[in-house]
């Protein structure tokens, strides 16, 4: 777990603020406390006071150090509301609308984010990834130079029986269902941002296919060669090797056979898929019969921190999901935002 120890360390060293707006659920209480005892982050709860105290009461849990936001009292909530309607009253949106929409917990934590009061927000325990990305698109917007919002799983190898040890970053797994060329050189180049925010390292980017280096002609392999070249074009300086077969991207006796003029070498530290399906199952072929530790979804490409949670999350992932989005936030404060 070396990886995920140090993206907590780093959390710790420069505490962010994060805000979570699920909190009738037991797991999200859990974490919050947890984080806030382990100094993982400055944790902002935001919903409704009484059923929030309740549900931590019902449950045992403390929120010593939790900073509880309710919408319905906070003195924020008129110059929020006036954000959101400043912000989308081209979309139509009106003064009443507004002032009804800041009241929802998820509307309300993302303005935090976007109005400075919160560094980074994390959701999706209970909310769809539909509700989470929507709400952080409209509100966050898009990162500058960014033209695609797009998600990844930090997959951690770090069992005994791992030959392959360390982080990973897998790309797409949860959002961009069929990207076209141009699409998938926006996930790769986004990876590999993430790569190096997060594990430290830099990038070293495998173009996944069922082929390698032309061994097979097809309309989806001509799309990974060409979102490639995009990504050569515009990072020279990146090592990328272009379509991939996944053995050659991770084991260096079989890079050296296969593609022997790889830049990755068999090293590979961020995986992009083709599309949604193959990333999707993947990650969870990683994960359940791989023994990986998947930490995500995560999204990459907003203006501002916003990560998605599965709603089958446990409260270690909880925890996971804030630590690296207060490291995404330190990231984005020193302006390398990952796009």
């Known amino acids: 777990m070396k990886a995920l120890n140090n993206i907590r360390e780093r959390a710790r060293r420069s505490p962010r603020r994060i805000v979570l707006c699920e909190g009738e659920d037991p797991r999200v209480l859990a974490a919050a406390a947890r984080a806030t005892r382990e100094g993982l982050a400055h944790i902002l709860l935001v919903g409704e006071r009484a059923r929030t105290e309740a549900a931590a009461a019902g449950h045992g849990i403390g929120l010593t150090g939790v900073e509880l936001i309710d919408p319905a009292d906070s003195p924020l909530t008129?110059?929020?509301?006036?954000?959101?309607?400043?912000?989308?009253?081209?979309?139509?949106?009106?003064?009443?609308?507004?002032?009804?929409?800041?009241?929802?917990?998820?509307?309300?934590?993302?303005?935090?984010?976007?109005?400075?009061?919160?560094?980074?927000?994390?959701?999706?325990?209970?909310?769809?990834?539909?509700?989470?990305?929507?709400?952080?698109?409209?509100?966050?917007?898009?990162?500058?130079g960014c033209r695609l919002v797009s998600s990844f799983f930090l997959m951690m190898l770090c069992q005994p029986f791992h030959s392959l040890k360390g982080g990973l970053i897998f790309a797409d797994c949860g959002l961009v269902i069929d990207p076209d060329a141009e699409q998938l050189s926006q996930i790769a180049m986004a990876a590999?941002?993430?790569?190096?925010?997060?594990?430290?390292?830099?990038?070293?980017?495998?173009?996944?296919?069922?082929?390698?280096?032309?061994?097979?002609?097809?309309?989806?392999?001509?799309?990974?060669v060409e979102a490639a070249r995009r990504v050569k074009a515009l990072r020279p300086g990146l090592a990328i090797d272009e379509d991939v077969q996944l053995d050659a991207a991770i084991v260096a006796e079989i890079a050296e056979r296969k593609l022997p003029e790889s830049q990755v070498k068999?090293?590979?530290?961020?995986?992009?898929?083709?599309?949604?399906?193959?990333?999707?199952?993947?990650?969870?072929?990683?994960?359940?019969?791989?023994?990986?530790?998947?930490?995500?979804?995560?999204?990459?490409?907003?203006?501002?921190?916003?990560?998605?949670?599965?709603?089958?999350?446990?409260?270690?992932?909880?925890?996971?999901?804030?630590?690296?989005?207060?490291?995404?936030?330190?990231v984005a404060e020193a302006g390398a935002q990952a796009c």
């Open 78 to 144: 008129p110059r929020l509301a006036r954000a959101l309607h400043d912000l989308r009253e081209k979309k139509g949106m009106t003064r009443e609308r507004a002032e009804r929409e800041v009241l929802e917990p998820l509307c309300f934590a993302n303005l935090l984010v976007r109005e400075g009061h919160a560094d980074g927000s994390v959701a999706g325990a209970v909310l769809t990834t539909s509700e989470v990305v929507r709400t952080a698109i409209q509100v966050l917007g898009m990162a500058p």
């Open 192 to 224: 590999a941002d993430s790569a190096q925010s997060l594990l430290g390292e830099a990038p070293r980017v495998a173009m996944l296919s069922f082929s390698t280096s032309g061994s097979a002609r097809h309309a989806v392999v001509d799309k990974v």
């Open 266 to 330: 068999g090293n590979a530290n961020v995986l992009i898929f083709p599309d949604l399906e193959a990333g999707n199952i993947g990650y969870k072929l990683a994960e359940r019969i791989g023994g990986a530790e998947a930490v995500g979804p995560l999204l990459q490409g907003l203006a501002k921190p916003a990560n998605d949670l599965s709603r089958g999350c446990s409260v270690d992932d909880i925890i996971n999901v804030i630590a690296v989005t207060a490291v995404q936030a330190q």
